[in-house]
């Protein structure tokens, strides 16, 4: 048991008394401990959600071909948090996201209305191609507008160095092992 505590603890970075309450919450499993406690940083997330994030840092990550790079400013609220280590390496992976990912919004609610409708147009033009049922195809343009909005957004792309968590689960954790609010405040990616 504490080779399993202590393995979810490099893993997660959660308190030992957390990982316990996890496993035996999911009965020993590690990975439904895992995600127990990942539930329990967005929670905290949204308990700190409404506290301001005005210190921070900006990060650069220029890929080594020196054709690519970004910028990405990361809030907290203090400038302690901002000279720790662990949020300066968050900061760093974000931008490296954005490099390779190019995101073109923070959340997917930031996805401009002009920008699903066209991309509407194109979807509706396809489904009635395929002769889909009208009833259907609202449903299907839903589904489409939704994953179209998480895939242009940072928070919600599936991590670079770990696909099995998004942007906004890795900050979720990082929220939870801090203790202080962190947002992504602006993004910038270059490319010749």
Known sequence: MLNLIKKIRERTGAGVVAIKNALNEAGGDEEKAIEILRKLGHSKVAKKAGREAKEGI?????????????????????????????????????AMHITAMNPSFIKPEDVSADVVEKEKEIWKEQLAAEKKPAEIIEKILAGKEKKFREEMALMTQPFIKNPEITIGDLIAEKVGKIGENIQVGEMVRFEI
């Open 58 to 94: 900006v990060v650069s990550y220029v890929h080594s071909n020196n054709r690519v790079g970004s910028l990405v400013k990361l809030l907290c609220e203090t400038d302690f948090v901002a000279r720790n280590e662990e949020f300066q390496a968050l900061a760093k992976d974000i």
